[in-house]
């Protein structure tokens, strides 16, 4: 018998408990130092730094706080904290933009860019990244590369142009600079920043946006440039309004009827289905009235637009209508040819029993204003809008 096998095999079991032991502590440790670092306490979260000293996260959550709350021995600390949590995790992007908050805190803008730098370098292809950097470079004033930043970030994620347009504008109104510095060349960014600037109102600013828009020579959807156009005629813009409308029916291809000289009507023959905005035919949703292309009737042309009503709604209509653009100190005629009829009856008894009831002034009036309409207008100096109303007066059925 060998008089060794005992105290071999009680040294291995001695020094299994010896390991064990020391895992057990040590993942107790690492449990209860998560569980600190995991409360709203930052009594614990400091506990949690003691307990872990090589936990560079914790480190980073006491400095977050210490930036926080206020006092510059507050930021002193936070420094502490950040720069201890960078050393231990020195490839965490979201450590070095903690750490260049802090630096910057403390007016050491030096060591702040420094700091940015270093996020970048550990993800070079992060929008947040990009996007913190690039703010702390205008709020430096350093513009061009700051804008820079911020462009790399919206090409990253397309969801902060609105944002980045925002605060550049803000640094500096300049469209050219919008368009050259910030906006990457693709058609969803000049979109974004389009329609930032009209809801703010700032026509010029939109208008160049579409100028750039237009530049980068895409074919651009009728739809989209309504919202435009249409804001440009409630801003009684008539020029850059009808600039723009022509503009966007070359770069959409829209189909359009030959010109006829003098004639200001788009589409007056409803040639094309309209495009419900802009310079076109505006077809307004009522109760009890559809609205459909008629090749079965036309004045000249191929096609009329029929107006239909249920006898739901007895109606003074005025739904057809279209933005014209006018001159001052000119007159305009405005001649339309219309076709009444009632449930399709070839006989027209619904338009005869309808006038029979209507008096003999209410019958020129209509046979002036409804059958041929024709109105002069004469217009003060400034250009402006007219519109085109076709106005229809039925009873119920």
């Known amino acids: 018998m060998?008089?060794?096998?005992?105290?071999?095999?009680?040294?291995?079991?001695a020094l299994l408990l010896s390991v064990s032991g020391t895992l057990a502590f040590n993942a107790g440790k690492l449990w209860l130092s998560e569980m600190w670092s995991g409360t709203f306490n930052p009594?614990?979260?400091?506990?949690?730094?003691?307990?872990?000293?090589?936990?560079?996260?914790?480190?980073?959550?006491?400095?977050?706080?210490a930036l926080l709350t206020s006092g510059q021995n507050n930021v002193s600390q936070a420094l502490a904290y950040l720069e201890r949590a960078?050393?231990?995790?020195?490839?965490?992007?979201?450590?070095?933009?903690?750490?260049?908050?802090?630096y910057e805190a403390a007016e050491d803008?030096?060591?702040?860019r420094h700091a940015y730098a270093k996020a970048q370098e550990d993800y070079p292809l992060s929008a947040k990244v990009a996007w913190r950097y690039g703010s702390f470079l205008i709020r430096q004033r350093d513009y061009p590369a700051g804008f820079a930043e911020i462009r790399r970030a919206i090409a990253g994620d397309p969801a902060l142009t609105t944002a980045a347009v925002s605060e550049c504008w803000e640094a500096s109104p300049k469209v050219n600079v919008i368009v050259k510095q910030l906006l990457p060349q693709k058609r969803r960014y000049y979109w974004a920043a389009l329609n930032f600037f009209l809801?703010?109102?700032?026509?010029?600013?939109?208008?160049?946006?579409?100028?750039?828009?237009l530049n980068l020579g895409r074919p651009i959807k009728m739809e989209a440039s309504l919202p435009l156009i249409d804001s440009l005629?409630?801003?009684?813009?008539?020029?850059?309004?009808?600039?723009?409308?022509?503009?966007?029916?070359?770069?959409?291809?829209?189909?359009?009827?030959?010109p006829r000289r003098g004639d200001l009507i788009f589409s007056g023959g409803f040639e094309h289905s309209p495009v419900n905005g802009g310079f076109d035919w505006r077809e307004?949703?009522?109760?009890?009235?559809?609205?459909?292309m008629d090749r079965t009737t036309a004045h000249s042309g191929k096609q009329s637009i029929r107006i239909n009503f249920d006898g739901s709604a007895n109606l003074d209509f005025a739904g057809l209508i279209e933005y014209v653009a006018v001159e001052p100190h000119k007159k305009y005629r405005f001649t339309a040819y219309q076709r009444t009829r009632d449930g399709g009856f070839p006989d027209r008894r619904f338009d005869i029993e309808f006038w029979q009831e209507q008096g003999d002034e209410v019958i020129f009036r209509a046979a002036w204003e409804m059958v041929r309409m024709?109105?002069?207008?004469?217009h003060g100096r400034q250009p402006r809008f007219q519109r085109t109303v076709t106005r229809v007066e039925r009873k119920a059925s």
Request: charged residues 20%; neutral net charge; glycine residues 4%.
């Open 43 to 65: 009594r614990l979260w400091s506990r949690a730094a003691q307990l872990e000293p090589s936990n560079a996260e914790t480190w980073d959550q006491l400095g977050q706080y």
């Open 233 to 258: 005629i409630a801003a009684n813009r008539p020029a850059d309004a009808q600039s723009t409308w022509t503009q966007a029916l070359a770069a959409a291809r829209w189909p359009q009827s030959p």
């Open 284 to 292: 307004e949703s009522l109760p009890g009235v559809s609205y459909a």
């Open 199 to 213: 809801s703010q109102q700032n026509w010029d600013a939109a208008l160049g946006i579409w100028k750039g828009l």
């Open 86 to 102: 960078a050393n231990l995790n020195p490839r965490s992007d979201r450590i070095w933009l903690d750490l260049a908050a802090a």
């Open 374 to 378: 024709i109105e002069e207008f004469r």
């Open 109 to 112: 803008m030096n060591r702040a």
């Open 2 to 13: 060998n008089a060794t096998r005992p105290w071999t095999l009680f040294t291995f079991t």
